[in-house]
């Protein structure tokens, strides 16, 4: 009877493991109950209770009837409200791994196949010719400094390089780039100047080009996409209203369709009237991308009055549209400014896609931002923290106190070991995402997690390297090369959904119902017209969804007791126990999904805290995914363990921490405590990356090594001319090569000398013969690069006046 019991047990537990469908889960019951009665252990009772239990799960009318039809009405009624902006948010896009990981049995080798995106030869050219090029026409001090702009000559070669039309198609006359390729470009460009990386980034993002593309009109995409790509236009969006900012679809800004006279002519337009504000190119945008809310009050076009969120181009020089003025958005001055617009009329033709996307506005927004988000924060963010990192490590090698390399303490290796870390990942995570776009997907919940926690990353990696640089970060002049991202770093962090924002709500919001494979069937059931067809799918979704939800049950307290030692992984070496961890926290974010949608329902909308950690786990299980397709698609070089060990091991233990936090502040306590049972049966394990790991990364990027330059791999290193992170890598070298020489030169003096006036040690050595005149002139130079490296702008104080007071008596 016992061993009956345990095969009973073993085999319930087996089959929701497993996933089995409802109709073998019954059948294996039948078979051991059979042997159960042959063994005379099952009687009559017990089989009758089987019946009672089985047979209306598995007659497919019995069960809609009585079970799921109850259920659906019940589901209707807690379903949580959805205006149809959310819905439209929450349709837009697609899915991609983001998915796998949500389901809880994440397959590494489909993620391993996924292909490596690569450049085209025409991609590869555009960044080693103009983009090179460009980076070496940069002078971010006189941009954000002096003039507060772009100089003529680079918005120039912006236009005559296409600049602005590398996502517009060749037929247009485009540049017709891959997302990948767009990423590269951006990141190259955002390591000299944040304002040409912003100016760059945004007309290929969420604007006028994207919207033309995917929904404007014939005659709106000849006239136009041609004119975008020669510069003869310069386009912005204008979407947010001073009452409206994260709440974008709550716009107050209208357009009233009425009769007016256009060129000469009587025709059937608009009458727009909007306040926008921080709206990026606007001052200097010829045309306008406007979102506003249309209305037919008259039914000249329709019977609906309201008919919603519209975008239209607008020709900024129409009678009544003010625009010119600029915010200043925190000494990153890319252009950027209000516009109003007070009855201007318009055809209504100037629609984007014509009057049939009337009232489509909003759907064309959030579809096109499932892409722009994946590609042109999260690649400015990377950009920056690329080039921090090499920037960082050589100045933590190169400035020495207490006759030590900075970077040498352990205090250093700590902030740059995270810096270093975060670099790697960030890197996978633009590739992988943009890849994903290059295979056809519009990742909308991958975009959300890229653009919350890349420019999070970005921000935290500035603060640790002018904690690092300490003086040298803080004062401002053309050599620093580290205060501008600093100052601008909070710019990404609101821009395109405010972060925090985009944790609380949209990550997991839009995850929960994308990701999951029957949430949004039953919704959809749900809101079904057609009765009989409602109730044929939400049976079908809520039955696999019961099985989904017990085998999620199973495979977490399973992977806890073994500690997920036994789970299989794509590769037995030093990363096999992450792909084990990450498949384990897969499963228990699949079952904490369910039971947080069962616990709270509706209410799950509103507990953000809830939401946002949920959403963390899905972030981190993602990031650490992309970090290890990246070291496997590079060829799995071994010194490049160290940053895959620091960042795979520091997004585990975010995993673990917001698994923590999530069952402790878990709204019903009882259910908390059961959960952290079954996850955490052993307790908390998981360490931060160690001591070691961290040290190992901080060599790294103190030391020239195929390592290092792969971390740096796109950046803007060219060491001639004035390029700031090509000296300082130059420098780099030098003092490496100079130390032995040094070295050789106190043993020969036998005397201690201090690591400075390296240029008068070499004349020491010299007058003592004891080092060459080539070792001499290494001293020198290498003195010549540390002195730049460590020194900081001065000025005349009537430099640092603005134009206007100096100008002032007083
Ligand atoms: C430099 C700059 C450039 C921009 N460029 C453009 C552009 O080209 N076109 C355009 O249309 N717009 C643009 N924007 C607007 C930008 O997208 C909005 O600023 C952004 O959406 C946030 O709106 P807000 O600043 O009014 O903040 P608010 O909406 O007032 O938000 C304030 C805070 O509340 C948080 N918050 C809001 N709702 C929730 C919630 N439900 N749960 C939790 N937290 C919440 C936000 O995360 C934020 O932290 C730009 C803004 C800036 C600053």
Redesign the pocket.
Known sequence: MIIWFIAAISLTWFMSYSRASLSTFTLSFVALMAIGSFLNIIGFVSWLLFAVIALPLNIDSVRKQFISLPLLALFKKIMPQMSKTEQEAIDAGTTWFDADLFRGNPDWKKLHNYPQPRLSNEEKAFLDGPVEQLCGMVNDWHITHEIADLPVEIWQFLKDNKFFAMIIKKQYGGLEFSAYAQSRVLQKLTGVSSVLA?TVG?PNS??PGELLQEYGTKEQQDYYLPRLVKGDEIP?????S?E?????GAIPDTGIICHDNFEGKKVLGMRLNWD???????PIATVLGL?FKLQDPDHLIGDIEELGITCALIPTSLDGITIGRR?F??N?P?Q?GPTQGKDVFVPLDFIIGGQAMAGQGWRMLVECLSVGRAVTLPSNSTGGVKATALATGAYSRIRRQFKLPIGKMEGIEEPLARIGGNAYLMDAVTTMSTGAIDLGEKPSVISAIAKYHLTEKMRSAIIDAMDIHGGKGICMGPNNYLARGYQGAP?AV????????????IIYGQGAIRCHPYVLAELKAAKNTDNEEALNDFDHALFGHIGFSISNISRSSWFSVTASRLLASPFNDETKRYYQLLSRFSANLAMLSDIAMLALGADLKRK?RISARLGDLLSYLYLASATLKRYNDEGRHIEDLPFVQWAVEDSLFKIQHAINELLYNFPNKWLGRTLRVIIFPFGTTLKEPSDETAHKVARILQTPSAARSRLGQGQYLTKDGDNIFGKLEQTLEDIIHCEPVFEKLCRALDQNLPFYQLDKAAELGLSAQVITQSEADLLIKAEKGRQWVISVDDFDPKELVSAQSKSSPL
């Open positions: 912003s945004v969420l604007g912005c969006f204008a979407l947010t001073p409206a900012g994260s709440d974008a926008k504000r921080y709206i990026t190119l606007a979102a915010h958005p925190l990153i890319f950027n710019i609101t821009v395109e959904g405010a972060n925090i924002l985009t944790r609380s709500l953000e």
